[in-house]
C-alpha cells in the first residue's frame, strides 16, 4: 500500500511539474512569436506567395497561426489585408527582385482574387517580374495567374478553363423522410434561401438570376485574361465555352501558359533573374516573414488624421459576434467608437456577408446613419455583401463594390419546422401543453401551426420587407416602386448592381479609402489608417482560442470534407428570427 500510494505521489508530482515546465515554455514561445523585432531580407530575394489556406479579409492573430502550427489545431486562412500590404511592400523593396506565386490550391472568393491580381499589376509597373507555377490550375487560380511574366504549368498537370457553375443542395427529400414539415414565410420571387428546404431543384426565377451573374462574372474574367494574355476575348470564350483544355499540352498550345515545367524550372529561371548561382537556393521569402521587414511604404500621415476601416464579415447575427460573425451590438459598438472618435476624420465599412438577423442589421443601420451625419462613411463591398449584407451598407455615402461582388439580394424570409411528427413517429416522442392564453406557445415547433399563427408571422415578413425597401430607396435616392423592380430577392453581380443603381463606384478597398479620404479633404500622406473592431493580442488570443482550436481541429480530423455541411448546420441553428440573407452557400467552381 505504501508503494502504491508512493507511486500516486510521484505521478501526482510529475504531471504538476510537467504542466509548470510547458506552461513556462508555452509562455518563452509566445514572446518569441508576437517579437515585433524587424527581419533583413536578403538582396535578391523572391517574395513567395503561397494561397494554399482560405483568404480571409483579416489576417487571423490568434496564438497558434502567429507560431506557424495553425494547420494542426484547425486554424486556417491568410489575411487579404496582408497579402496586399505585402505586394505593395515589395513593390517599393530593392532587396525583392520579383513575386513567386505558388498556385497549387486557391481558396478565394471572387472578389478576393481580384484585389490581388489588381495589386500584382500595380506590382508590375515596378519591372519586377511575377513568375507563377501550378501543378492544377482551377479557373480562379489561372485568372490570377494569368497576370504573370512567365506561367509554368506542371507537363502532367491541368488547367481548368470551362466556366462557372453554382450548385445548390436541396433537402426536401431529407425532410419528407423526417416526417419535418417546414414553415416558409418570405417575400420576393427570387429569395431563394429557403427552397432547398422545399423544393428538390431550382426555381425559374432561382436559376435565372444564378445564370445571369454567373454569365457577367465569367465574361468580365475571360476579358482581363483576355487582355493579361494577348488574346481575342472571342478566341477564349470559344476556347472556354468548347471545353478545348484537357491537359498540359492543350494550354501551351492555346497559349494560355508561357511553359510547361516543374518546379525546379521555375526557381532556375527566378535564380537567373536575381543572379544566384544554379547550385545555391533561390531566396524565396515567405508572406509570415515579410511581414516583419520594414516597410518603406508605412504612411506616415498625422496621427490626428485617420480613416477608420472597419471589418465587417461573416453571417449577421444578434449580440457582440467574434471573428466569423458580424454581432449587431459588436459592430455598433466599433462604428460608434470611429463616430466619437475625433481624430478618425472617415469611415470605411468593408463588408464581406451573406447577410443574417434582419434585427441585428437594422441595429449596425442605424449606427451607419448616425455616422453619415458627422462624418463620411463609405461601403467598401468585397466578396458578398447581400441581403442583410447591403442593409449595413445602403446608408452609406458610397458604396464602392467589385465588378465580382455578389450583392443586392434585397429580401426576407422566416423558416420554422413542426417537427411533431418526427418525434412521434421517428422517436416515439409524444408532448402535451397547458396554456393561460389561446397562443401562449407560440412559436413552437412540436405542433402544427394554424392559418392564423402563419398569417401573422407573414404580415411582420411582409412589414420587414417593406422597411427594408423604403430605407433602401431613400438611401439611394429613388422611388419605392423603382427600387422594389430590382429587389424581390434578386441577386447582382457587383457590375449588374451598378447598371441599376445598386451601386456607386466599382472598385475595391483601396478606391474606398481613397473616396474617404477625399469626402474628408484629406490628401495622401496627411492620414493614418486605424482597422475596428481591434483584434485581441496573442496571450489573449493564446488562452481564449486554444479551446475552440482544439475542438475545431478534432472535428475536421473526424469529420473530414463532411465539416462544411457541419458548419452549414451549426449556422442554421443559430439562426434566430427574420432573416435577411442570401442561399446559405454560393459555392462559385
Known amino acids: 500500500m505504501r508503494q502504491f500510494l508512493k507511486f500516486v505521489l510521484a505521478t501526482m508530482v510529475g504531471l ?136 509554368y504549368l506542371n507537363p502532367q498537370g491541368a488547367l481548368e478553363l470551362n466556366g462557372l457553375s453554382s450548385e445548390v443542395m436541396f433537402f426536401k427529400g431529407t425532410l419528407e423522410k423526417l416526417d419535418l414539415q417546414p414553415y416558409i414565410f418570405k417575400v420576393g420571387e427570387y429569395k431563394s434561401a429557403v427552397e432547398p428546404f422545399i423544393l428538390d431543384k431550382m426555381s425559374e426565377p432561382s436559376r435565372e438570376q444564378t445564370a445571369s451573374f454567373l454569365n457577367s462574372l465569367n465574361d468580365f474574367m475571360l476579358k482581363n485574361i483576355a ?18 483544355v484537357h491537359n498540359a499540352d492543350d494550354a501551351l498550345r492555346l497559349g494560355l501558359v508561357t511553359h510547361l515545367g516543374y518546379y525546379d524550372q521555375a526557381t532556375s529561371f527566378m535564380k537567373s533573374k536575381t543572379g544566384v548561382k544554379q547550385d545555391k537556393e533561390l531566396k524565396l521569402v515567405n508572406l509570415g516573414t515579410y511581414k516583419k521587414a520594414a516597410d518603406p511604404t508605412k504612411s506616415s500621415g498625422s496621427s490626428s488624421n485617420r480613416i477608420a476601416v ?59 446613419m448616425l455616422t453619415k451625419k458627422v462624418k463620411p462613411i463609405i461601403a467598401s463591398m468585397s466578396d458578398v455583401a447581400a441581403s ?6 445602403m446608408a452609406c455615402d458610397t458604396i464602392v463594390a467589385h465588378p465580382t461582388t455578389i450583392t443586392g439580394s434585397i429580401g426576407v424570409f422566416g423558416m420554422m419546422v413542426n417537427s411533431e411528427n418526427f418525434l412521434k413517429n421517428k422517436l416515439g416522442i409524444t408532448t402535451d401543453r397547458v396554456k393561460t392564453g389561446k397562443f401562449s406557445d407560440v412559436p413552437t415547433v412540436t405542433r402544427a401551426m394554424t392559418p392564423y399563427e402563419k398569417m401573422h408571422i407573414q404580415r411582420e415578413v411582409e412589414r420587414i420587407y417593406d422597411d427594408f425597401t423604403t430605407k433602401a430607396a431613400q438611401s439611394r435616392n429613388m422611388p419605392v416602386a423603382d427600387l422594389r423592380k430590382i429587389a424581390s430577392g434578386r441577386v447582382w453581380s457587383g457590375i449588374e448592381a451598378k447598371q441599376r443603381g445598386l451601386v456607386d463606384v466599382l472598385g475595391g478597398m483601396d478606391q474606398a479609402v481613397a473616396i474617404a479620404a477625399r469626402k474628408a479633404k484629406l490628401k495622401e500622406g496627411e492620414y493614418r489608417l ?9 496571450m489573449e488570443n493564446l488562452f481564449s482560442d486554444a479551446e475552440t482550436q482544439m475542438k475545431t481541429y478534432t472535428l475536421r480530423e473526424e469529420l473530414g470534407d463532411m ?22 452557400e454560393i459555392e462559385i467552381q
Open 16 to 151: 504538476v511539474l510537467f504542466m509548470i515546465l510547458g506552461f513556462v515554455i508555452l509562455l518563452g514561445i509566445a514572446a518569441v512569436a508576437s517579437s515585433s523585432d524587424e527581419v533583413s531580407i536578403a538582396e535578391g530575394s523572391v517574395l513567395e506567395i503561397k494561397l494554399s489556406q482560405p483568404v480571409v479579409e483579416r489576417a487571423p492573430r490568434s496564438p497558434f497561426a502567429e507560431l506557424g502550427i495553425g494547420d494542426m489545431f484547425g486554424e486556417q486562412g491568410i489575411g487579404l489585408d496582408e497579402i496586399k500590404s505585402s505586394i505593395k511592400k515589395a513593390k517599393a523593396d530593392e532587396n525583392i527582385k520579383g513575386i513567386f506565386l505558388n498556385l497549387d490550391l486557391l481558396q478565394a472568393g471572387m472578389a478576393s482574387v481580384e484585389e490581388i491580381r489588381n495589386a500584382l499589376l500595380d506590382f508590375k509597373k515596378s519591372k519586377k517580374f511575377v513568375v507563377a507555377y501550378s501543378e492544377f490550375s482551377t479557373e480562379k487560380a489561372y485568372y490570377l495567374a494569368s497576370v504573370a511574366d512567365r506561367f
Open 227 to 244: 487582355t493579361s494574355r494577348k488574346k481575342g476575348f472571342a478566341d477564349l470564350k470559344n476556347i472556354s465555352d468548347s471545353m478545348l
Open 310 to 368: 472597419i471589418y465587417a464579415s461573416g453571417d449577421i447575427v444578434g449580440g457582440k459576434g467574434d471573428d466569423e460573425s458580424i454581432g449587431g451590438q459588436g459592430m455598433s459598438e466599433a462604428i460608434r467608437k470611429a463616430r466619437l472618435d475625433k481624430n478618425v476624420k472617415a469611415v470605411v465599412l468593408r463588408i464581406n456577408s451573406p447577410g443574417g438577423s434582419s434585427l441585428a442589421s437594422d441595429v449596425i443601420w442605424r449606427e451607419v
Open 388 to 393: 442583410g449584407g447591403y442593409y449595413i451598407a
Open 530 to 538: 486605424r482597422t475596428l473592431p481591434a483584434q485581441k493580442s496573442f
Open 563 to 584: 465539416l462544411p455541411y457541419y458548419q452549414q448546420y451549426k449556422r442554421v441553428m443559430q439562426m434566430q428570427g427574420i432573416q435577411a440573407r442570401l442561399p446559405f
